[in-house]
């Protein structure tokens, strides 16, 4: 799950340490984000909670786009272009149709459809670049500016300027982080809401226990305090298990010399790649290998189960995250020097999200329906897709009852 398509190796390096890995820096973006989220929630509520029921995952899916691309890129792109949440959506379910390499005639929709986006990008970083005189306000200014938004989306624009890339190519960048911010992040928030209101959860604790965490990060000012947040132990644990059963993720890697692996303990199968082959390791394996996951007490490997990344002190009772016995098994956001940048964000993004959803609403789940917008009396599965395709989207929905919730 890469929060951005890079150019190459080493291209926006100095911008990922700088705005992406440095946790003060995240912070400061992430609460922006959660900020912005409470606004664009708050716009259509009141005709929202009217509704007898709404698409949990629909209603989501595009309130958190808004929130992400006006966080990261200003509030002007999506006034310029307010039909990029629709089109981009679009883009996403065709994109990995792209790598094979098909006729064009065979992709004329999607073909055509990259470049509506390609054209509204360019537009919108022209008039950026003229309104602002030519040059992005320095990023080490305002954390955010309305023009070009976060500082990290400003020291991508003049690192565009510095390396004398046209305009095309930085519409085609600006896709890239577009494309990491919402096609992963967005469905494993979905499913984490999905999970935690599923009526037929076996363990019914687990929405009281979730809305414990939250509001011991809700500031009185009813804005959240990201550290506290994103180290609650049952919201890790959650976050982390919903990366484990969703994310289907295929790591790269391109030989320099030739390898040779065991495929059993005594060495006697073994199998040789040679230098310049291309490697791939699925993540989806080590996932979902019941070897791996089956453990007294936790749910089978191929179960949702809120507490598997949880241990109890049998002194204190009390519960603390943990990821230990997972090296290995557990990859949903690649690794080594091309581990994604984007991943602490990730984190804060989702989590966040919940949150803020949380605490301004409750939710009475009315139905399940399936890929085709019908009932089904199972909970939704995901939908159809190529291996490699990060976050796998819900192939199906929670019909619910959506009410503002009631301060005590």
Known sequence: MSLECLPSKSAMLPQNNQYLIKHERVNELTAHFSR???????????????????????WIRDRMFTASTTALMGDKLLKMYPDYCQDFFKFDSEFLSFFFQLPSFMLRDAIARREKIFDNLEAWSKEMQRLSGGAPIDPEGPAWEPLLGSRLNRARHIDYKNRKLNSRSSA????????????????????????????????????????NEVREAEKPDGSLDVPTL?????????????????????????????????????????????????????????????????????????????????????????????????????????????ICPGRVFAKQEG???????????????????????????????FARAFAGSGALVP??????KVRRRVVQ
Not at 189 to 204: A, C, E, K, R, V
Not at 395 to 400: A, I, N, S, T, Y
């Open 36 to 58: 912005v989220l409470a606004e664009v929630l708050d716009r259509d509520a009141e005709d929202i909670v009217k509704l007898e029921e709404v698409g949990l995952y629909d």
């Open 395 to 400: 192939g199906g929905d929670l019909k619910v």
């Open 351 to 381: 989590l966040g999200a919940l949150a803020m959803i949380l605490l301004k609403f409750e939710f009475e789940v009315k139905q399940f329906v399936n890929a085709d917008k019908k009932p089904t009396a199972s909970f939704p599965g």
């Open 230 to 338: 994103v180290s609650q132990p049952l919201l890790q644990s959650i976050w982390t298990e919903t990366l484990r059963l969703y994310t289907d993720v295929l790591v790269t890697r391109n030989l320099p010399e030739d390898l040779t692996l065991p495929l059993d303990e005594d060495g006697k199968r073994q199998v040789t790649f040679h230098k310049g082959d291309n490697c791939f390791a699925p993540s989806w394996l080590g996932h979902h290998d019941a070897a791996a996951w089956d453990r007294e007490g936790k749910a089978p490997y191929d179960q949702w189960y809120a507490d598997r990344f949880l241990t109890r002190d049998p002194e204190t009772g009390k519960s603390s995250f943990s990821m230990s016995g997972t090296n290995g098994k557990f990859f949903p956001f690649g690794g080594g020097r091309t």
């Open 172 to 211: 085609a960048l600006d896709l890239g982080i577009t494309f990491g911010l919402s096609s992963n992040v967005i469905p494993a928030t979905g499913w984490m809401l999905m999970h935690i209101l599923n009526p037929q959860n076996s363990d019914q604790t687990v929405l009281p226990r979730v809305m």
